[in-house]
């Protein structure tokens, strides 16, 4: 059985070495001398001293609301993991959907300024598949409308836009380490702030807003384990090749799959890629249905990311119409793509495909 994704797993005796230290140490988690050490890597790897290393990539994309006191409109991209929505509804303020454009999938920051109101606080958005967003256009709307904004950089670890790590844009970034991610450690995130004070707040937040028996703040748990920290400091170090696999895939699909039948996103800025996502678009919803079940014939899952388009979630109270999102979410499939992924299942994967989509 092939995969979407197969996480990156570290000889078994290196990891073992490297948790050898929680015996020792009987530290277990509460920001241990491990996430020091990974935090620390993660840091100098992404070029910012204000980073947090945290259990999850969604309760980032909520402490980074909170900081910023938003309790209002949130304007945010239809077309991203279902967390990006989520946490802006589960913090109680309201995601207004901007449609996105047909190029790299990201918002269309043209569309943006339409749908500020008065009760506008902020812009949250995915770069997604770890395409940048037009971040220059954002900034200067968000600056002109006093907004704040957020990226949802969950796809982006290992991404560089104009010499620097796309997670040091916009007020704050976030990131998920989820197991299915680039660089994993399991579970596990991180969120940058380009402020001192904001980033004493996250600071805070991550161990329920106190730091011994002092108490400033409303804190909530974001602390991560020994154990997800030494997963990280071998995947960190396996990287490099992690993302030298991918990208050796990536071209083996741009070579041998048939382009006349199907489009893949493209970035119109030039960047460092991840390789993060495989995406391909097919003409029709049919033929997605027809080559999703071809593969699964054959024991290779590819995943529908993303589908549906959010602003159609059942639990919406108002649903805004995004025509390009609703219709390149029916069409779009991320193929498999993983740093264990052989030649000739590559070869497999675009023979079925192609031989469906003739
Ligand atoms: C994976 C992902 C998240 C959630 O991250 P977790 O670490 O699983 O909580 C958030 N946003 C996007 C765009 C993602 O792909």
Known sequence: MIHVTKSYLPDIDTYIEKIKLIWENHWLTNNGPLLTQLEAKLKRYVGTEHMLYTNNGTIVLQMALKALGITKEVITTPFSYVATTNSILWEGCTPVFADINEYDFNIDADLIESKITGNTQAILVT??????????????????????????????????????????????????????????????????????????????????????????????????????????????????????????????????????????????FEITYNYAYYPVVFESEEILLNVKAGLEA??????????????????????????????????????PLSSYLQDSEVDTICRIINTIIE
Request: net charge positive.
């Open 127 to 268: 770069h997604v598949f770890g395409n940048p967003c037009d971040v220059e256009k954002i900034e200067a709307i968000a600056k002109k409308h006093s907004l704040k904004v957020i990226y949802d950089a969950a796809h982006a670890f290992g991404v560089e836009y104009k010499g620097k790590s796309l997670l040091t844009y916009g007020d704050m970034s976030t990131c998920s380490f989820h197991a299915t991610k680039v660089f994993h450690t399991i579970e596990g995130g991180c969120i940058t702030a380009n402020d001192n004070d904001l980033f004493r707040k996250l600071y805070l937040y991550r161990q329920f807003g106190h730091e011994g028996d002092d108490y400033y703040d409303i804190g909530i748990n974001a602390k991560a384990s020994e154990f997800h920290a030494a997963m990280g400091l071998c995947v960190m170090d396996a990287l490099g090749d992690i993302i030298r696999h991918r990208k050796k895939v990536s071209i083996s699909y741009d070579g041998q799959l048939n382009f006349n039948k199907i489009r893949k996103p493209i970035s119109p």
């Open 298 to 335: 054959n024991g290779i899952m590819a995943r529908r990311y993303f589908y549906p388009s959010l602003n159609t979630l059942p639990f919406l109270e108002k649903k805004d119409v995004c025509v390009n999102s609703e219709l390149i979410s029916k069409k779009i499939l991320c193929l």
